[in-house]
């Protein structure tokens, strides 16, 4: 019996067998195959499959997508980059760049006069003192999967969260800061806002920050944050602001239109661009009701 080639089955085969390759696969190792599989891995029904069969899509999606292809990355990606958000490794994961007072705590919710998280899930949260104190992490882009062309050509959305609150007895100042840096750690965008102070005898209620970093420059390889803040009373213990349930999440923007690009998985050798800050737009507070 004579062998087949796989290039004679239809191209809807084809399509249906690449959409069980992983995608990284797809890219490296099957692409460079031959012409054929080059054009049909680089259709959009091929990508726009794929997200149904991961589950990032349903058969009703309606919303405009520019390019499935880093669509489905950006999904495949989507999780949040800080570590230990929610104090259950206790300081784990953080930097403290600032310890003053009784230095920094991990306490349960709701805490001595304080209120239940809006989300039961999360248990804990860290608690500063009557000094400053803060704390970070530096999230490498790179070794999170988020190739140069990626960050430099699409420039996803970078969407930072935080929660903070007060105890009822005391008032306070929270800080947060966040700095998108080049390889070299030049800030090429940043975001830090007036600290925030809360007046003593006040209703305790869980407040959520929230910031997009858009259209930002090229170049940006990781991204610092920072946060915390200390007591208005100098009172010893742990009545400074309480922080929890921090994000830094990755995620698509439908509406741009980038330049044309093979946007491979593995990053190349470019270097950051050393471009004047781009200031985003200003910070957003939210108080669940």
Not at 14 to 30: D, G, N, S, Y
Not at 201 to 217: G, K, R
Not at 228 to 247: C, E, I, L, M
């Amino acid at each position: 019996m004579a062998l087949v080639s796989i290039n004679e089955l239809p191209e809807n085969i084809l399509l249906e067998l690449f959409t069980h390759v992983p995608a990284r696969q797809l890219l490296l190792r099957c692409r460079p195959v031959c012409s054929l599989w080059r054009d049909l891995i680089d259709v959009v029904t091929l990508w726009k499959r794929k997200c149904m069969h991961e589950g990032f899509i349903t058969e009703d999606w309606d919303q405009p997508v520019d390019n499935w292809k880093i669509f489905y990355f950006l999904c495949s990606l989507r999780r949040n980059l800080l570590r230990n958000p929610c104090a259950e490794e206790d300081m784990g994961s953080w930097r403290i760049d600032s310890n003053g007072g009784d230095h920094w705590k991990v306490e349960s919710l709701p805490g001595d006069h304080g209120m239940d998280f809006p989300d039961p899930k999360v248990k804990k949260y860290f608690v500063t003192s009557y000094s400053m104190c803060l704390k970070s992490q530096l999230v490498d882009l790179k070794a999170e999967g988020y190739w140069e062309e990626l960050m430099d050509t699409f420039r996803p959305d970078i969407v930072v969260k935080d929660w903070f609150a007060a105890r009822a007895d005391c008032g306070c100042t929270y800080h947060i800061r966040v700095q998108l840096t080049s390889a070299d750690y030049i800030v090429l965008a940043s975001f830090e806002p007036p600290p925030v102070t809360v007046q003593q005898w006040n209703d305790a209620m869980w407040t959520e920050v929230s910031h997009t970093f858009s259209d930002y420059p090229p170049g940006v390889r990781h991204i610092l944050f920072q946060h915390g803040g200390k007591d208005t009373q100098f009172w010893a213990g742990w009545y400074g602001p309480r922080v929890t349930n921090s994000s830094i999440i990755i995620s698509h923007k439908m509406t741009r239109n980038p330049a044309t690009s093979t946007a491979q998985p593995e990053p190349g050798h470019g270097q950051g661009q050393e471009e004047a800050a781009h200031w985003p737009s200003p910070l957003h507070f939210h108080r669940p009701f």
